[in-house]
Protein backbone atom coordinates (compact mmCIF):
# COMPACT_ATOMS: atom_id res chain seq x y z
CA UNK A 1 0.00 0.00 0.00
CA UNK A 2 0.83 3.79 -0.73
CA UNK A 3 1.50 6.30 2.15
CA UNK A 4 4.16 8.19 4.48
CA UNK A 5 6.96 6.03 6.96
CA UNK A 6 7.93 8.06 9.09
CA UNK A 7 10.93 7.51 11.48
CA UNK A 8 11.83 6.58 14.17
CA UNK A 9 8.12 7.06 15.86
CA UNK A 10 9.99 8.23 19.27
CA UNK A 11 13.28 9.74 19.74
CA UNK A 12 15.12 11.23 22.47
CA UNK A 13 17.92 14.26 22.34
CA UNK A 14 20.52 15.38 24.54
CA UNK A 15 20.71 18.62 24.81
CA UNK A 16 22.98 20.48 21.69
CA UNK A 17 22.60 17.42 19.56
CA UNK A 18 21.18 17.11 16.29
CA UNK A 19 18.47 14.76 14.79
CA UNK A 20 17.41 13.56 11.94
CA UNK A 21 13.91 12.51 11.51
CA UNK A 22 13.01 10.62 8.40
CA UNK A 23 10.44 10.73 6.03
CA UNK A 24 9.78 8.67 3.24
CA UNK A 25 6.93 8.57 0.50
CA UNK A 26 5.69 6.38 -2.38
CA UNK A 27 2.99 8.18 -3.31
CA UNK A 28 4.86 9.69 -6.35
CA UNK A 29 3.98 12.96 -4.95
CA UNK A 30 6.03 16.57 -5.93
CA UNK A 31 4.98 18.22 -2.97
CA UNK A 32 6.17 17.24 1.04
CA UNK A 33 5.99 19.16 4.42
CA UNK A 34 7.18 18.87 7.50
CA UNK A 35 4.48 20.01 10.54
CA UNK A 36 4.89 20.30 14.23
CA UNK A 37 2.46 20.00 16.77
CA UNK A 38 2.22 20.74 20.44
CA UNK A 39 0.11 19.45 22.74
CA UNK A 40 -3.46 20.68 22.71
CA UNK A 41 -2.43 22.60 19.38
CA UNK A 42 -2.98 22.55 16.10
CA UNK A 43 -0.02 22.14 13.18
CA UNK A 44 2.33 24.46 12.44
CA UNK A 45 4.53 24.60 9.07
CA UNK A 46 8.16 24.38 9.30
CA UNK A 47 9.12 23.46 5.74
CA UNK A 48 7.75 22.62 2.50
CA UNK A 49 9.19 21.37 -0.74
CA UNK A 50 7.93 21.72 -4.04
CA UNK A 51 10.00 20.02 -6.02
CA UNK A 52 13.35 17.83 -5.34
CA UNK A 53 16.11 20.27 -4.80
CA UNK A 54 13.95 23.19 -3.44
CA UNK A 55 12.43 24.09 -0.11
CA UNK A 56 11.29 27.08 1.54
CA UNK A 57 11.05 27.80 4.74
CA UNK A 58 7.26 27.73 6.69
CA UNK A 59 5.99 29.66 9.73
CA UNK A 60 8.64 28.24 12.19
CA UNK A 61 11.47 27.29 10.22
CA UNK A 62 14.10 28.55 13.00
CA UNK A 63 16.49 25.89 14.31
CA UNK A 64 15.50 23.77 11.42
CA UNK A 65 16.78 22.40 8.15
CA UNK A 66 15.49 20.06 5.23
CA UNK A 67 16.93 18.40 2.12
CA UNK A 68 15.18 16.99 -0.58
CA UNK A 69 17.44 15.30 -2.88
CA UNK A 70 15.24 12.56 -3.80
CA UNK A 71 11.39 12.28 -4.56
CA UNK A 72 10.91 10.07 -2.63
CA UNK A 73 12.32 11.88 0.76
CA UNK A 74 12.37 14.62 3.04
CA UNK A 75 14.10 14.34 5.95
CA UNK A 76 13.87 17.19 8.80
CA UNK A 77 16.91 18.16 11.21
CA UNK A 78 16.28 19.82 14.29
CA UNK A 79 19.41 21.86 15.30
CA UNK A 80 20.88 22.37 18.32
CA UNK A 81 19.63 25.85 17.82
CA UNK A 82 15.81 24.78 18.32
CA UNK A 83 15.25 26.06 21.59
CA UNK A 84 12.36 24.12 22.84
CA UNK A 85 12.23 21.19 20.29
CA UNK A 86 9.88 19.10 22.24
CA UNK A 87 6.71 18.63 20.13
CA UNK A 88 5.15 15.96 17.49
CA UNK A 89 6.94 16.36 14.33
CA UNK A 90 4.32 15.37 10.97
CA UNK A 91 5.45 15.08 7.58
CA UNK A 92 3.05 15.04 4.71
CA UNK A 93 2.83 15.13 1.22
CA UNK A 94 0.42 16.13 -1.97
CA UNK A 95 0.38 15.35 -5.94
CA UNK A 96 1.08 19.02 -6.13
CA UNK A 97 1.95 22.15 -4.35
CA UNK A 98 -0.24 24.76 -6.87
CA UNK A 99 -3.77 23.18 -6.86
CA UNK A 100 -5.13 23.96 -3.33
CA UNK A 101 -7.91 21.30 -4.02
CA UNK A 102 -5.53 18.26 -3.50
CA UNK A 103 -5.37 16.67 -0.05
CA UNK A 104 -2.34 16.24 1.87
CA UNK A 105 -1.39 13.22 3.18
CA UNK A 106 0.66 12.33 6.62
CA UNK A 107 2.53 9.78 8.44
CA UNK A 108 1.64 8.78 12.03
CA UNK A 109 5.07 11.33 13.15
CA UNK A 110 7.75 11.34 15.36
CA UNK A 111 7.01 12.37 19.18
CA UNK A 112 10.48 14.15 19.90
CA UNK A 113 11.61 14.42 23.56
CA UNK A 114 14.82 15.90 25.37
CA UNK A 115 16.52 14.61 28.09
CA UNK B 1 -4.02 34.21 6.81
CA UNK B 2 -7.54 33.50 6.33
CA UNK B 3 -8.62 31.99 10.00
CA UNK B 4 -11.68 29.16 10.80
CA UNK B 5 -12.89 29.41 14.27
CA UNK B 6 -14.97 26.23 15.66
CA UNK B 7 -16.70 25.13 18.64
CA UNK B 8 -13.27 23.39 21.20
CA UNK B 9 -15.34 20.62 21.77
CA UNK B 10 -18.80 18.60 20.99
CA UNK B 11 -20.17 15.46 22.31
CA UNK B 12 -22.64 13.24 20.77
CA UNK B 13 -24.36 9.92 20.93
CA UNK B 14 -23.37 6.23 18.83
CA UNK B 15 -25.09 6.22 15.49
CA UNK B 16 -26.76 9.44 15.98
CA UNK B 17 -25.70 12.43 13.19
CA UNK B 18 -22.73 15.07 14.36
CA UNK B 19 -23.41 19.00 12.56
CA UNK B 20 -19.54 20.12 13.37
CA UNK B 21 -19.53 23.90 11.96
CA UNK B 22 -17.00 25.98 11.08
CA UNK B 23 -16.59 29.68 10.75
CA UNK B 24 -14.33 31.42 8.18
CA UNK B 25 -15.54 34.54 7.09
CA UNK B 26 -12.86 35.97 5.40
CA UNK B 27 -12.64 33.34 3.01
CA UNK B 28 -11.38 34.37 -0.29
CA UNK B 29 -13.16 33.52 -3.39
CA UNK B 30 -9.46 30.61 -4.50
CA UNK B 31 -9.49 28.85 -0.70
CA UNK B 32 -10.71 25.72 -0.83
CA UNK B 33 -12.36 23.96 2.58
CA UNK B 34 -10.84 20.75 3.97
CA UNK B 35 -11.77 18.72 6.86
CA UNK B 36 -9.35 16.89 8.45
CA UNK B 37 -9.17 14.64 11.37
CA UNK B 38 -6.70 13.43 14.49
CA UNK B 39 -6.82 10.57 16.32
CA UNK B 40 -4.75 10.56 19.49
CA UNK B 41 -0.75 10.20 17.97
CA UNK B 42 -1.46 9.74 14.65
CA UNK B 43 -1.33 12.05 11.93
CA UNK B 44 -4.49 14.29 10.57
CA UNK B 45 -6.34 12.18 8.34
CA UNK B 46 -7.88 13.92 5.07
CA UNK B 47 -11.80 14.18 5.40
CA UNK B 48 -13.61 16.09 2.54
CA UNK B 49 -12.82 19.53 0.68
CA UNK B 50 -15.31 21.61 -0.83
CA UNK B 51 -14.91 25.02 -2.88
CA UNK B 52 -18.66 26.39 -3.21
CA UNK B 53 -21.12 23.63 -3.46
CA UNK B 54 -21.67 20.52 -0.82
CA UNK B 55 -20.07 17.87 -1.37
CA UNK B 56 -20.55 14.01 -0.10
CA UNK B 57 -18.15 11.41 0.24
CA UNK B 58 -17.78 7.59 1.74
CA UNK B 59 -16.75 9.44 5.25
CA UNK B 60 -19.06 12.60 5.51
CA UNK B 61 -20.95 14.95 3.69
CA UNK B 62 -19.82 19.19 3.59
CA UNK B 63 -22.32 21.79 3.29
CA UNK B 64 -21.33 24.81 2.83
CA UNK B 65 -22.86 28.53 2.86
CA UNK B 66 -24.08 30.27 -0.09
CA UNK B 67 -22.10 32.59 0.93
CA UNK B 68 -18.72 30.49 1.60
CA UNK B 69 -18.48 32.21 5.13
CA UNK B 70 -19.75 29.01 7.07
CA UNK B 71 -19.32 25.41 6.36
CA UNK B 72 -20.90 22.67 8.67
CA UNK B 73 -19.11 18.99 8.50
CA UNK B 74 -21.64 16.19 8.60
CA UNK B 75 -21.51 12.70 10.31
CA UNK B 76 -24.47 10.90 9.11
CA UNK B 77 -24.39 8.21 11.66
CA UNK B 78 -21.00 8.57 14.09
CA UNK B 79 -19.18 5.19 15.54
CA UNK B 80 -16.72 5.37 18.18
CA UNK B 81 -14.07 5.44 15.60
CA UNK B 82 -15.13 8.89 14.84
CA UNK B 83 -14.20 10.32 18.23
CA UNK B 84 -11.62 12.64 17.05
CA UNK B 85 -10.34 16.06 16.71
CA UNK B 86 -11.81 17.38 13.50
CA UNK B 87 -10.24 20.73 11.84
CA UNK B 88 -11.97 22.82 9.28
CA UNK B 89 -9.06 24.09 7.09
CA UNK B 90 -9.07 27.03 4.21
CA UNK B 91 -6.62 26.41 1.95
CA UNK B 92 -4.12 29.58 1.27
CA UNK B 93 -2.25 29.94 -1.00
CA UNK B 94 0.62 32.56 -0.04
CA UNK B 95 3.86 33.02 -2.89
CA UNK B 96 2.67 30.28 -4.82
CA UNK B 97 3.17 27.26 -1.75
CA UNK B 98 0.03 25.12 -1.05
CA UNK B 99 -0.54 25.71 2.67
CA UNK B 100 -3.04 24.27 5.31
CA UNK B 101 -3.02 26.32 8.50
CA UNK B 102 -4.59 23.94 11.39
CA UNK B 103 -6.30 26.05 14.16
CA UNK B 104 -7.39 24.06 17.63
CA UNK B 105 -10.38 21.98 15.91
CA UNK B 106 -13.28 20.25 17.33
CA UNK B 107 -12.84 17.78 19.90
CA UNK B 108 -15.70 14.96 19.21
CA UNK B 109 -16.73 12.54 21.95
CA UNK B 110 -19.12 10.22 20.95
CA UNK B 111 -20.92 8.16 23.63
CA UNK B 112 -21.46 4.40 23.39
Not at chain 1, 105 to 110: A, K
Not at chain 2, 11 to 33: A, F, K, R
Request: charged fraction near 20%.
Amino acid sequence: DGGITQSPKYLFRKEGQNVTLSCEQNLNHDAMYWYRQDPGQGLRLIYYSQIVNDFQKGDIAEGYSVSREKKESFPLTVTSAQKNPTAFYLCASSTSWGRAGQPQHFGDGTRLSIL
Amino acid sequence: DAKTTQPNSMESNEEEPVHLPCNHSTISGTDYIHWYRQLPSQGPEYVIHGLTSNVNNRMASLAIAEDRKSSTLILHRATLRDAAVYYCILRVRNQGAQKLVFGQGTRLTINP
